[in-house]
């Protein structure tokens, strides 16, 4: 999943840039980052629901989500935000969209 | 300078709003034609001007001050008579346009004030809490993550469905104690600045004289107490979500 | 007596002083509800919603360090 992938690649780019980078900014950046997460893993277990998928494409799918997951656990550490400061939930009832 | 109007209501002798400040402090006046009043107060061209005004009420503060000054005109007037609240931002260039929109929905005004008169609006919020993914072992690989990520939601999801049905009991059960019910837009957790999610934002046109009934009635839907369902009555109101005129 | 946040024991909440209104059920209300007239001032309402205006209150409330103010 070339999104999920991309996605992953820019968030460690801005772990680097995180010096240069005014924490206020780096605040809504990383809400911004976080509701395409869900939207991306949302997306993306509806189709390994559905099927059609082969074993490596789904590993490497899982790898990338979890990942990136991961990697944004750790840059909101870094600012000391907890998952609810980013105040979103896109759950079945969700109305930010 | 512009009119800002708050309110219509059945004409009478003395005006509603006396002594009440509108926006920016100004006096909140009455006019009347047709058998009914409207109650406006003057605001400044250049603030409530078409695109000046959009700006604006995308400007939150700005939005705020409005919001809270109407309403409180809205509340005061309510208390003394029945009015239908306009929504908010309703301008006109002078008087002569108040008293000619007055005379032309003159008879749907009447008919909506009759059809709320001796009724008030209660507001019924219902929230629920997130559910907490019990604690899991770290997925080993990829596919043990989605497969994880996909039991989670499910959970959340059975969870969701839980608290809907309460919600769902609750509407059943308030709909045979008012006389109208609408169902508002779901509250946005960035608005509400809360951690649990809204899942029912009802208003209740509930005639006075079932008041009591009603309030009862929604303390016993509370009990048992759900876990994680948290329910607001806020109220009374003026009749804000059926005030429609077509 | 004016709007109240009645939370609780119900029995009471006529004596008890009102909280202070929360915006967004005032703007469920005022941008939602109340009568939808022309007035001479054009006002596109259907462009001032409350999903616009709950983005901005994200948006906000990140930039500036806090908690959305209602």
Not at chain 1, 62 to 76: A, F, I, S, Y
Not at chain 2, 167 to 182: N, T, V
Not at chain 2, 206 to 212: G, I, L
Request: proline share 5%.
């Amino acid at each position: 999943m070339n999104e999920a992938e991309e996605l992953l690649g820019a968030a460690t780019r801005l772990e680097t840039d995180a010096d240069s980078v005014e924490r206020d900014l780096m605040k809504l950046v990383l809400t911004v980052v976080e509701l395409l997460r869900q939207l991306m893993e949302r997306q993306a277990l509806r189709r390994v629901e559905e099927g059609g998928l082969t074993e490596d494409q789904e590993e490497r799918l899982g790898l990338t989500l979890m990942l990136l997951e991961q990697r944004l656990t750790e840059l909101r550490d870094r600012y000391g935000l907890a998952a609810a400061d980013l105040n979103l939930d896109l759950g079945p009832l969700g109305t930010l969209l | 300078m512009s009119w800002y109007c708050y309110a219509v209501a059945e004409f009478a002798p003395e005006n509603p709003a006396k002594g009440v400040t509108g926006l920016r402090a100004c006096p909140v006046s009455a006019l009347s034609a047709a058998g009914l009043t409207a109650l406006v107060s003057p605001v400044p061209d250049e603030e409530f001007d078409d695109t000046v005004l959009q700006a604006n009420l995308e400007h939150l503060p700005w939005l705020e001050e409005i919001a809270r000054a109407h309403h409180a005109v809205v509340d005061e007037a309510s208390r003394r008579t029945g009015v239908l609240p306009l929504r908010m931002a309703t301008i006109y260039r002078d008087e002569h346009r108040v008293r000619e929109m007055l005379a032309e929905h003159s008879a749907k005004f009447i008919e909506a004030l009759r059809r709320v008169r001796n009724h008030a609006e209660w507001g019924v919020k219902v929230f629920a809490a997130l559910r907490n993914a019990p604690e899991e072992e770290e997925p080993a690989d990829g596919r043990s993550y989605l497969r994880q990520r996909i039991r989670q939601r499910k959970a959340r999801d059975a969870g969701t469905d839980e608290a809907i049905g309460v919600a769902e009991r609750i509407e059943r059960e308030l709909r045979q104690l008012s006389a109208e019910i609408h169902r508002h837009r779901n509250q946005d957790p960035a608005l509400t600045g809360r951690a649990d999610r809204n899942i029912l934002n009802l208003a209740c046109l509930v005639p006075d004289t079932s008041r009591d009934r009603f309030l009862a009635r929604i303390e016993q839907l509370r009990q048992p107490a759900e876990a994680g369902i948290v329910v607001e009555v806020t109220g009374p109101w003026a009749p804000y979500s059926f005030a429609g005129i077509s | 007596m004016g709007p109240v946040l009645v939370r609780g024991d119900l029995v009471s909440a006529a004596v008890e002083q009102p909280d202070r209104l929360a915006l967004v059920d005032l703007l469920d209300r005022l941008l939602a509800g109340g009568v939808v007239l022309t007035g001479d001032v054009v006002l596109s309402v259907a462009e001032v919603d409350l999903v616009h205006i709950s983005l901005r209150a994200l948006i906000t409330s990140v930039r500036e360090g806090r908690p959305a103010p209602w």
